[in-house]
């Protein structure tokens, strides 16, 4: 399949899923679900090359303001993109987190967020996040965080911490933007999306 087209499988796919989160109707009101629409329309349209670790960016980032996607291994992460800034010196994340590795054993909430395959909120000062990686990212304005899993048909594909680092406000709709991570890893590995 070619890039072009895997972008606008992904947009048909994620619209014909049934998921109330995707068939929003022009009327409703909510802005962020109307910018989460607008990224699968524009994933619809085929004009994009997409890859899942991108898909799954474009979508966290509408809702967050900064995020990480680690790709899952059987015994570690490995940071493949990120979007942001760290704090508080201002380096994007993208080159902060450049070829950072977390075993697994080391990174016990995202250990969980592998094996259990759902979302898990974090906060910063308890110690949640493995110290490199909070070292390299620095601490965000507000503390609370989320590590969403991006399933795939065999379990997880990777992991995306993100945080809304300078803003006070917290991170918009966690459950609803794990519901679309779960259909964006869905078509990225061939798996038949769920009816109506």
Known sequence: MLPGQAGRR???????TGSA?????AEVDDPLLKRWRGVVDDLRSGHFSITPSLAALTLVSESAERAVI????DDHLVALGAFGFAAPSGLGLALATRRLVLPTAAAPCFRSVLHEGRMRLTH?????????????IGRPRRP????????GGDGVLAV?????????TPIAAPETLEKALTEVGRVFEGAEPPGP
Not at 10 to 16: P, R, T
Not at 144 to 151: A, D, H, R, S
Not at 160 to 168: E, F, K, Q, R
């Open 70 to 73: 680690f790709l899952a291994h």
């Open 144 to 151: 609370e965080g989320v590590l969403l899993p991006v399933p």
């Open 160 to 168: 995306i911490y993100a945080d809304n680092g300078a803003l006070a």
């Open 10 to 16: 992904l947009g048909l796919d994620l619209v014909m």
């Open 124 to 136: 910063f000062d308890s110690g949640d996040l493995p110290p490199v990686l909070a070292a390299r």
């Open 21 to 25: 989160l995707l068939e929003i109707s």
